[in-house]
Nanobody, 125 residues
Framework: QVQVVESGGGLVQAGGSLRLSCAAS????????MGWFRQAPGKEREFVAA????????LYVDSVKGRFTISRDNAKNAVYLQMNSLKPEDTAVYYCAVRLNYYSDPRSSPAYDYWGQGTQVTVSS
């Protein structure tokens, strides 16, 4: 059984930093196939960061470019999200997800097959 577990969320003041971690277990995945999404209250889930399965490039939603950094550890089936210069609008539940076909569009939530339970990130002003 595949499990995806996030950790590292919390409450932080605007301008602060948090580091989210995600580990997948139950089968072997390429960490290229792992990505981050978020969902704020009253809004749809949106893509945050992932790797291109075709060339390994980091992909980000425009609103986090220059502030967030995704990294990975293939040996641990893990992916991380370093979040700096946090803003109140970053407040959301952050989800880690894994797709079996890592050539599929990493920015599309339907491309992902397994999801974590989410971790809350709250940024106070």
């Amino acid at each position: 059984q595949v499990q995806v577990v996030e950790s590292g969320g919390g409450l932080v003041q605007a301008g602060g930093s948090l580091r989210l971690s995600c580990a997948a277990s139950g089968r072997t995945f390429s960490s290229l196939a792992m990505g981050w999404f978020r969902q704020a209250p009253g809004k749809e889930r949106e893509f945050v960061a992932a790797f291109s399965g075709r060339n390994g490039n980091e992909l980000y939603v425009d609103s986090v470019k220059g502030r967030f950094t995704i990294s990975r550890d293939n040996a641990k089936n893990a992916v991380y999200l370093q979040m700096n210069s946090l803003k109140p609008e970053d407040t959301a539940v952050y989800y880690c997800a894994v797709r079996l076909n890592y050539y599929s569009d990493p920015r599309s939530s339907p491309a992902y097959d397994y999801w974590g339970q989410g971790t809350q990130v709250t940024v106070s002003s």
